[in-house]
């Protein structure tokens, strides 16, 4: 087996490291980690989802990180909290990321004189820091990134190769962004006169907060005035697009496609489910969740769940979909009526 990560640790090495509870020979010796389909004779794998189980009969891993209501009598497992997050866990402990990480200053970097680079920062080969940037420690920028004059960037980041993140921004600290995002390009502002469209210069700024995490190819606008801002703890999916004056809150998530219009307010919590789209200058409120596709052209109250365009509520969307699918039926029942209609009128005259 040629497993991507290699283990190579007892089950009972690996019960002590989630702080899980074993059942079954504790000396079985794992060399790599997999999905419950795909896993090898060696492999450890987790089941989630109750709904999955039926796999587990067929699945060739040695053994399975288990919840603590589904108990498996037949395999090696081990019984945690949460089969998924201890899976993740047991690979941010063994993976060896220090392989692919830059390391140190590449000679190829092009670094202002005036720039202040903190202790233990990397950066790699072909990466620009211009005037007045600022880096916290430990904060790793990849090949290929560019950062503008005067932006400040926190400690623990990492930036993926061809990152553009443009000038007077602020980054705060353990903040991820993946390969081809762009964070601070102009806003979207012009104003017709006399039949042309005139820029209007978007001066303001972004402020992305600690723990943020960004996705490839996502574009972040800069406000026109005053700021766009992504509160603490948000993970922002592939292909997302934030227009100016937007203000995230904490621990939001926005899936890939996703596009939100200018001055939008996203309160703490809120779910953006793929590809849907926000109308700009309304609000979102604490908790409220917009499935796939949604297209909210209006604001939405705390701790709801809306569907559709223009989105309504989840569950009269539902209704109105069921409605939708009878139309034909409706059209058809709606015909018959009117030829019924249409003969007693004339058996009357």
Not at 11 to 26: F, H, P, Q, S, Y
Not at 317 to 335: D, G, S, T, W
């Amino acid at each position: 087996m040629d497993a991507a990560i290699r283990v190579d640790k007892t089950l009972a090495e690996i019960a002590t490291m989630v702080g899980g509870r074993l059942v079954g020979d504790k000396r079985i010796l794992i060399k790599g980690l997999s999905g419950i389909k795909e896993a090898q004779d060696g492999d450890l794998t987790f089941l989630a989802n109750i709904k999955y189980a039926p796999l587990v009969k067929d699945t060739k891993a040695s053994a399975i990180l288990v919840g603590k209501d589904n108990r498996l009598s037949d395999k090696p497992h081990i019984i945690v909290d949460n089969p998924s997050y201890a899976f993740a866990l047991i690979i941010k402990k063994i993976l060896k990321t220090e392989d692919y990480l830059p390391k140190g200053i590449h000679p190829t970097a092009v670094i202002a004189s005036d720039a202040m680079i903190g202790k233990a920062v990397a950066i790699g080969p072909h990466a620009v820091i211009e005037s007045k940037v600022t880096i916290g420690d430990g904060t790793r920028i990849s090949a290929g990134c560019y950062i503008g004059h005067a932006t400040s960037i926190g400690r623990d980041c990492f930036f993926y190769p061809n990152v553009t993140i443009r000038e007077r921004l602020h980054i705060g600290n353990s903040v991820i962004i993946h390969s081809g995002s762009v964070i601070g390009a102009d806003g979207f502002g012009f104003e017709l006169v006399e039949g042309i469209r005139e820029k209007i210069p978007q001066i303001g700024t972004v402020i992305i907060e600690d723990d943020v995490e960004i996705g490839a190819n996502t574009t972040i606008d800069r406000a026109r005035f005053d700021k766009t801002q992504i509160g603490q703890g948000t993970k922002i999916d592939n292909l997302v697009q934030i227009g100016h004056n937007v203000l995230i809150g904490k621990n939001c998530i926005i899936v890939a496609g996703v596009g939100i219009a200018g001055s939008v307010v996203l309160k703490d919590g809120v779910i953006l489910a793929g590809q849907s789209g926000v109308a700009g200058h309304i609000t979102i409120g604490e908790g409220a969740i917009a499935t796939a596709q949604a297209g909210v052209t209006r604001s939405v109250p705390p701790g709801t769940t809306v569907s559709g365009f223009p989105a309504m509520d989840h569950g009269d969307f539902k209704k109105a979909h069921i409605n939708f699918k009878r139309l034909p039926l409706y059209v058809k029942e709606i015909k018959e009526l009117a030829k019924r209609v249409e003969a007693l009128e004339k058996k009357i005259k």
